[in-house]
Nanobody, 129 residues
């Protein structure tokens, strides 16, 4: 049984940093694309970042480029999202997801919600102004 468990969310002020963690179990971690998504109240789920080929490749939504960094520790089956210079518009529930993709993996593939078969329960990030 695949489980993804996020942690690290919280209430911070504009400009602060947070590091989210997602511990995965029940899957061959290195074989999966790991992604972070977020969902704000009343809005659709939005892609944030993804990591594949065991950390060789990564892709970000434009709004977080230069501020967020995804990384993984394959020994711990854990993927991280380091979030710096947080803004109020980053406020959302952040969800970790895993996708088993084959063939050539492209940014437009890893950013699609429908390609992810496993999801965590999410962790709340609130950025006050």
């Amino acid at each position: 049984q695949v489980q993804l468990v996020e942690s690290g969310g919280g209430l911070v002020q504009t400009g602060d940093s947070l590091r989210l963690s997602c511990a995965a179990s029940g899957l061959t971690f290195t074989s999966y694309v790991m992604g972070w998504f977020r969902q704000a109240p009343g809005k659709e789920r939005e892609f944030v970042a993804a990591d594949w080929r065991s950390g060789v490749n990564s892709y970000y939504v434009d709004s977080v480029k230069g501020r967020f960094a995804i990384s993984r520790d394959n020994a711990k089956n854990t993927v991280y999202l380091q979030m710096n210079n947080l803004k109020p518009e980053d406020t959302a529930v952040y969800l970790c997801a895993a996708a088993q993709l084959i063939g050539i993996i492209k940014p437009e593939t890893v950013s699609r919600t429908a390609n992810y078969g496993y999801w965590g329960q999410g962790t709340q990030v609130t950025v006050s102004s």
